[in-house]
């Protein structure tokens, strides 16, 4: 498999059926049990506005998430239903699946690494 076929591969099933989409599903809801876990623990420690920061700070990822999963669902169909009989014009579409396949992929593992860090470092900033 070449760079380029990589974008045809990862969209060549919707969503709920992709392997890579289920990983970063996991990786989503393991950080929002994290985030239910400390909101929990920390309730009473955390001030209005501090538990509305906090939910709006898992509301986004949910968020990227959701839209995620309606691109991919998008994406696959077109991948799925368009095979040019022009080389050139298949090619730039794989390139372009591709470049969406990185994209949707870091940007989702980006963004809950950053919301994981940023609770585990609220876990070690608040008390006991």
């Not at 699946?97 to 609220?122: D, H, K, P, R, W």
Request: a positive charge.
């Amino acid at each position: 498999m070449t760079s380029t076929d990589f974008g045809r591969w990862y969209f060549s099933k919707p969503p709920h059926k992709s392997f890579f989409f289920l990983l970063q599903t996991i990786y989503l809801l393991v950080v929002l049990g994290m985030a239910l876990l400390l909101g929990k623990h920390y309730f009473s420690w955390l001030s209005p506005a501090g538990l509305w920061w906090m939910c709006l700070s898992v509301a986004a990822p949910v968020i990227l998430w959701i839209r995620a999963w309606q691109s991919h669902a998008k994406l696959s169909e077109i991948s799925l239903e368009h095979r040019a009989s022009d080389p050139n014009e298949q090619a730039r579409l794989d390139r372009i699946l591709t470049e969406a396949a990185y994209l949707e992929n870091t940007g989702l593992g980006i963004t809950l690494f950053v919301l994981m860090s940023a609770l585990m470092a609220v876990s070690k900033i608040l008390p006991r």
